[in-house]
Each structure stands twice: as structure tokens, then as C-alpha cells.
């Protein structure tokens, strides 16, 4: 059977490689220096950027976003942003541009805020939750803690009306506190929030997960308490915080496609474009047997659509026996394959298949219920939609052989005006 191609609709661009200034426990992106070997600094060059974005603007559909990631983005300096912007506005065919941004918020200052709001750039802050949380593992390079000086990042942002999500990770420690770590960010204004699981392979025992990752059991809890507290704070049936698995997960429940990759039946949605130009299959999978090409030799779109991101993709989905036959197989999809590999331990299943079991075991029936209310609430929507357009109609007297007022190009009777 033929596969149909995929759309150029997301990137996701790491410019100043692997590079960061803080030396955060957790970070598994750190390492990633060895592939690189030929220089010590990582900066991604003007020729590099001006072909990507020529190449994304030119291959892409109408909408396209752009996720500027790390290492440390801000490493390259406010200028090569300014740049970007320029040049996706030289490239640009019309379309509509988002762009992400993930920071650790140690430089940011007024001008990078000025930009961000002049620009509308999305901020995703990595921020762990109040101090005790945060400084457990996101150290300076120093040693010392970055609390402080991440908080007031977020509140200066905050304040000058850029829009910022909180990216939190899970640790065996944190995992512990998901209450204190809800109202925190509650509390600060950061209604957007993405709790991000860890788990990784230990550097001194390659047969183990690292010590600070969450155990799935942990997870598991954490996800239950932090659903309750999500739910407890809904206003007339519509949340009033938005938690990043929960909202996919509910995309699934009223019969959607999830925004999150973990919850899609196949990978290779996106790719990752290194400072050299380098493209991979998954932010998680910067590694050579993942490596399609470099862009200033291969075009994007190409790659995106190649039998090695078509095999990553499908890799996904060749799943472990338990999954076949789980019953929340149709929300869970087996998770993140990077989940299943970093503990040697758990043999190929989800690091987190139990976590996600006792997540939709306590959180079912009452993500039914909201679906259902959902859906009923879209229908009544549409209903008074229609109601409107068939006054309008009235009003504007169409004929039966008139063009069809939505647009389509067909005749009114063959369109919204036929018989049904
Ligand atoms: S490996 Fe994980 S992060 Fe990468 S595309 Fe697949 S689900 Fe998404
Ligand atoms: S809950 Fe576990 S067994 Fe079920 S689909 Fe998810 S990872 Fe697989």
C-alpha cells in the first residue's frame, strides 16, 4: 500500500547544538558533545540558518512552527533570532509561522523579552517547582542552584505579557510533591504546564536507570494526584490549567488526533535539525543510525518522507506483547520508545506502563464524562451554527442553482442547501 506523503509542518532546531550554560543532572543532551567532536563551541552559522529556513518556508504547508531548542538557544545570541525572523519573513509564502522556545531563562533580559513579545514567540521554561525541587538536579556550572534566577525570568515574562509554559521534570525526588509543584506554578501564572517524566540509563551501570529517575510506580501516583488537582480546579466544564498529557490525552477521548507524539500510533512526525545542519529523526534519537541527511546537501522535505524516518516511525508501532493486548492500548499507544529503552530492566515495555495503567484505571471515567459533555456541548455549537446560517440564507434569499454561500463552489442545492 502506498504511504501518503507528510506534510513539512514542524521542526524542531537546535542551533547551538548541545551546548548549555548550566550542568543540569538530568540532562541527557549533554553527551551528545561526542558527536560533534570537531569543535568544542557549537554555534549553528548564517549559511546553515538561511538554508533551513529557505527550505521550511519552501517546502512547508500553511502553517508551520518552528521549536528552538538546546543545549541553550539563547547561547547564540539575540541577534541570530533577529535574523531568523527576518529571514522566515523573506521566505515566507503567507503562511503562519509560530516559534517555539525553550530556555532555561538564565540570560534572558529586556530585550530578549521585547522580542519574544514583538514576536509572539511561544516560552517553554524549564523550571522544576519551588526550590527544594528545582535545585535538586538544575544546577549553574558552578554547582549552585538556579532557582532564583529562573523564578524572576518567569515573573519579568510573566509581566510583559509573553506567553510561557512551565517544562517540569519528574524525578524520583519531585515526583513526590505534585501538589506543591501544581500551586506553584499556579500561583506564579504559569496555567500552561508539561510535566516530563525522566527516566535514563545510569552512566556507572549501563544495566540500571540513573538513581534520579522516577520509578513507574512513582509516576504513576504523581499523575493520578496531579489529574485530581486539574480536575478540582475545572469552571463550568472547562479547565482552568492546562496539563500538556492530560489535554492530549483527551484529544484521544473525543476520537482526535493528540498533539503529543508519545500518544500517536507512529513516530516521524518531525525532525531535528542540529548546528551543522545535521538532520535526525527525534530530538531523542540524535544518533547516528537515526541521522537522514544534512540540509545543505538534501532537501527537508525529503527526509521528513525517507524510508529510514518511515522505518523510525514504524517502529513505534511494532509493539511488546503486554501492549497487544492492554485495554488502554487505544489512548496509551505504548508511550515514548525512548521509554522503552533507557532501563535496560524493563525489557522493552514502557518504563512508565504502569504509571500509565493506574493513570487511566483512576482518570477514566471521569475523562468519558468530559468527553461526552464535550462532544454533546460541539453539537449544540454546530446546531445554533446552522440555525444562523439558515436566517441568513433566508435573509439573503439564495437560490437553489445560486453558488453556495460557505464557499465550496458547488450549487446552494448540492451543498448546505440540499435535501440531506
Ligand atoms: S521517540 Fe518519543 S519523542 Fe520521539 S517521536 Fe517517538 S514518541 Fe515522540
Ligand atoms: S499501558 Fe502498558 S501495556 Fe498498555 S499500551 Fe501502555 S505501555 Fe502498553
Redesign the pocket.
Known amino acids: 500500500m502506498p504511504f501518503r506523503q507528510k506534510q513539512l509542518n514542524s521542526v524542531l532546531v537546535k542551533p547551538a547544538g548541545p551546548d548549555c550554560n548550566m550542568g543540569c543532572t538530568y540532562c541527557f543532551y549533554l553527551e551528545k558533545n561526542t558527536l560533534f567532536p570537531e569543535s568544542k563551541i557549537h554555534r549553528m552559522s548564517e549559511d546553515v540558518l538561511e538554508e533551513m529556513i529557505k527550505q521550511v518556508m519552501s517546502q512547508a504547508g500553511q502553517e508551520v512552527s518552528f521549536a528552538w531548542q538546546g543545549g541553550e538557544p539563547t547561547l547564540m545570541g539575540l541577534a541570530f533570532f533577529e535574523k531568523a525572523v527576518e529571514l522566515q519573513q523573506k521566505y515566507g509564502r503567507g503562511q503562519s509561522v509560530g516559534n517555539g522556545f525553550q530556555t532555561n531563562g538564565i540570560v534572558i533580559d529586556k530585550n530578549w523579552i521585547q522580542f519574544f513579545k514583538e514576536y509572539k514567540f511561544l516560552i517553554g521554561l524549564s523550571l522544576d517547582g519551588p526550590e527544594h525541587i528545582h535545585n535538586r538536579y538544575r544546577h549553574l556550572r558552578g554547582g549552585e542552584g538556579s532557582w532564583s534566577r529562573v523564578v524572576d525570568c518567569a515573573k519579568f515574562m510573566l509581566d510583559e505579557g509573553v506567553a510561557v509554559n512551565a517544562l517540569t521534570v519528574v524525578t524520583d525526588y519531585s515526583a513526590q510533591f505534585p501538589e506543591e509543584m501544581y500551586s506553584f506554578h499556579k500561583e506564579l501564572g504559569l496555567s500552561y504546564m508539561q510535566f516530563i517524566p525522566c527516566v535514563e540509563t545510569d552512566p556507572k551501570n549501563p544495566n540500571k536507570a540513573a538513581p534520579f529517575s522516577v520509578s513507574s510506580e512513582k509516576y504513576g501516583e504523581f499523575l493520578c494526584r496531579m489529574f485530581d488537582l486539574w480536575q478540582s480546579d475545572f469552571e463550568k466544564n472547562t479547565p482552568a490549567t492546562f496539563v500538556r498529557f492530560f489535554d492530549s490525552v483527551f484529544y484521544s477521548y473525543v476520537g482526535l488526533e493528540p498533539p503529543e507524539c508519545t500518544l500517536l500510533k507512529t513516530c516521524g512526525v518531525y525532525v531535528v535539525i542540529e548546528h551543522n545542519g545535521d538532520v535526525y529523526s527525534c530530538d531523542f534519537f540524535v544518533e547516528p543510525e537515526w541521522k537522514l541527511g544534512n540540509i545543505m546537501q538534501d532537501k527537508l522535505i525529503y527526509m521528513l518522507n525517507s524510508d529510514r524516518q518511515r522505518e523510525f516511525g514504524q517502529s513505534k508501532a511494532c ?2 506483547e ?2 497487544k ?5 487505544k ?5 515514548c520508545m525512548k521509554d522503552r529503552i533507557r532501563d535496560p530492566q524493563d525489557k522493552n ?2 518504563h ?3 504509571s ?2 493506574m493513570f ?1 484505571k483512576h482518570a477514566d471515567d471521569r475523562l468519558q464524562r468530559l468527553a461526552a459533555e464535550w462532544k454533546s456541548h460541539q453539537a449544540s455549537v454546530r446546531e445554533e451554527e446552522l440555525q444562523g446560517q439558515s436566517e441568513f440564507l433566508k435573509e439573503k434569499k439564495v437560490g437553489r442553482n445560486d453558488p453556495c454561500p460557505c464557499g465550496s463552489g458547488l450549487k446552494y442545492k448540492k451543498c448546505c442547501g440540499g435535501s440531506g
Do not use: A, M, T
Open positions: 509493539l511488546p503486554p501492549c493486548k492492554c485495554v488502554w492500548l489512548y496509551c499507544r505504548g508511550g515495555l514502557n512508565f506502563c504502569g500509565f495503567k487511566f
